[in-house]
C-alpha cells in the first residue's frame, strides 16, 4: 500500500464526519428517505445518537447530507439518484451516494492526525491540480497491462466484438445492503461532477488510482459520455453515465480504458467489461 494511504485516508474520514454531523437536506422523496425526525419545512434530520464529529463540517462545506434507507433495491437507488441529478442541475450541487461502514468508522481513531490539512484546503489544493489528461493516464496503464497480459485483453475484445452483448439500464448499481454500510445522499456543491473526488478523498491503494487520476479519468469519461461519479464506498466507485457507448468500436475502445483503470480479472473477466460499457448507463469499479 502506498506511504501516502494514511494520509488519503486521513482526509476521507475528516469527511466522512462530516456526512456524520447531522447536516440535512430537503427529500425529494421523503417516502424513501430512513430518517428519525423531520424539521418543520419537512428536512429530514437524524437523532443525536447517528450525529458524531464536528458540527460545523456543514457549514465548512456548505454541503448537505442525508441517510437513505438501505434497504433500497438498485433500481430505487437509481431511481432517486436521477430525480436528485436534474434538482442538482438547477440548484448547483451534484448529489453522490456515500457508503459509510463500520470498518471506515473504526479508521477515523487510527488515521486521524493534527497534521493533517483541513478538508478546506484539501479541496483547495485537489482542484488547484492539473487534471486534463485522463487518457493519457489510461493509456499508460494499459501499455503497462500489456506487458503483463501480452495480447490476451486484445485477443478477448475481439472475440466480444464477433458477437457484442450490452448491459441494460442500472445494471450495474446494487442494492444499498450489498454495500455494506450506512448509505448517505451527499449535494456536492459543483456543478463540475468530475471533481467530486475532491471533497470525498478515495483511491490511492493497491492498484487503486490516486485521486487526481480519479479526478482526471471522471473528467474524461465526462467529457466523452457524460459520467459522473455516482456511488463510493470504502473500496467501490459506480459511475452514472449520461450518454451511454451505442458503437461497437467505441465500446472496444472504452473496454481497454476501463480494463486499465481497474484491472480485476478475477471479479469482472474482459468479457463483462465490454458488456458493461456497450449501452451501459452504470459502470462498477471495486479495488482490493
Known sequence: MKRSFCFRMALLVLTVLFFLSGCGGKSTDPDKLNAESKTETGAETQNDEEITGDAEMNEFFGCKAQKLDNSLSGKEVFDLYLEELENGKKSGYTPIIVVVDESLTDLVQYYYSENVKSPEEYVSSVLSNDHSDGKGFLDERYEKLKEFYGDSIDNELEQWRADPVGSPSAANVPSLDNLYGKPYLVKVPTNESYNIPA?????????????????????????????????????????????????????????????????????????AISEMVYNGDSWYFWWD
Open 199 to 271: 471533497w470525498i478523498p478515495f483511491g490511492g491503494w493497491n492498484d487503486c488510482p490516486d485521486i487526481d487520476d480519479i479526478i482526471s479519468v471522471c473528467k474524461y469519461w465526462n467529457d466523452k459520455f457524460g459520467a459522473i461519479p455516482m456511488i463510493i464506498s470504502r473500496d467501490t466507485l459506480i459511475i452514472y453515465v449520461e450518454r451511454p457507448i451505442t458503437d461497437v468500436d467505441e465500446a472496444v475502445s472504452t473496454a481497454k480504458e476501463v480494463c486499465a483503470f481497474c484491472d480485476d480479472f478475477d471479479i469482472a473477466p474482459v468479457s
